[in-house]
């Protein structure tokens, strides 16, 4: 399906991005990886603007285009109560800074028909406590997304995908861990990285600017106390 295209997929060393990566090139493409860790195209990080401008020369002397970005790449979450301004500033530039930059880097030379895919979370409409530096960047790329969407309307599609309880080492669960999900279990990498190849493809050729939530419902569920066996325990007091 993606022969002869070239995806450039940020944070795919491991996990989500890991499998997005793997997939892409099953699908013929050639694929290459800004990631800290480990990997066999570019070691670096993503909140360093000369990193950025780096990774992207290389991209083009090896391929000349790029046909679909996938910023994928995680930022660090840390909460109210520790993180540092640098580090909730560090979790920005990993998270919306990087995903902005390569899209204007890569803005002339994206090939007829490209595509970006910011990955998201469904924290970017919901939290648990302690989480702000990775919501933030969370909802700043899910924000993002249609900004590009529009500015590039004609030449690139732009959407995000929001996942949300994806187990990266694709462990099967069982009882309420899998039942509180409407889904009925929790969701695996190839989730959300089918999703990215299907926005990528001719078969979404009209969808544009927009956030898919995969979350096996998650935030569909409305939540009472001591209703359908949910029940909070007060720690306020």
């Known amino acids: 399906m993606f022969e002869h295209k070239v995806t450039v997929v940020t944070g795919g060393a491991k996990g989500i991005g890991r499998a997005i990566a793997r997939e892409f090139q099953n699908e013929g493409a050639s ?5 800290l860790l480990p990997n066999d195209y570019y070691v670096g990080d993503l909140a360093d603007q000369t990193v950025l401008e780096d990774f992207a020369a290389r ?6 285009h790029v046909d679909y970005l996938i910023n994928n790449a995680l930022p660090l979450m840390k909460g109210l109560n520790d993180c540092t301004y640098e580090e909730f500033n560090y979790a920005l530039r990993v998270g919306v800074t990087a995903p902005f930059y390569l899209a204007k880097l890569f803005a002339p030379h994206f090939a007829p028909g490209a595509v970006i895919v910011n990955i998201s979370s469904s924290r970017d409409r919901m939290s648990q406590p302690q989480t702000e530096s990775y919501t933030a960047a ?17 030449r690139v599609r732009v959407n ?4 949300g309880w994806i187990d990266t080492d694709y462990t099967v669960y069982e009882g309420p861990d899998a039942a509180q999900q409407p889904a009925g279990r929790v969701g695996n990498p190839l989730d ?7 926005l990528c493809s001719d078969k979404a050729g009209f969808l544009t600017g927009e ?12 939540i009472y106390h001591n209703d359908f066996g949910w029940t909070l325990e ?3 007091t």
């Open 31 to 35: 694929v290459c990886v800004i990631d």
């Open 59 to 64: 991209v083009l002397a090896d391929y000349g």
């Open 138 to 154: 969370k909802g700043g790329i899910a924000a993002l997304t249609h900004a590009l969407a529009v500015s590039l309307a004609g």
């Open 160 to 163: 995000s995908i929001s996942p």
């Open 192 to 198: 959300i990285a089918n999703m990215a190849l299907y």
């Open 211 to 222: 956030n898919i939530c995969i979350d096996g419902g998650m935030t569909r569920q409305m």
């Open 234 to 236: 007060d720690k306020t």
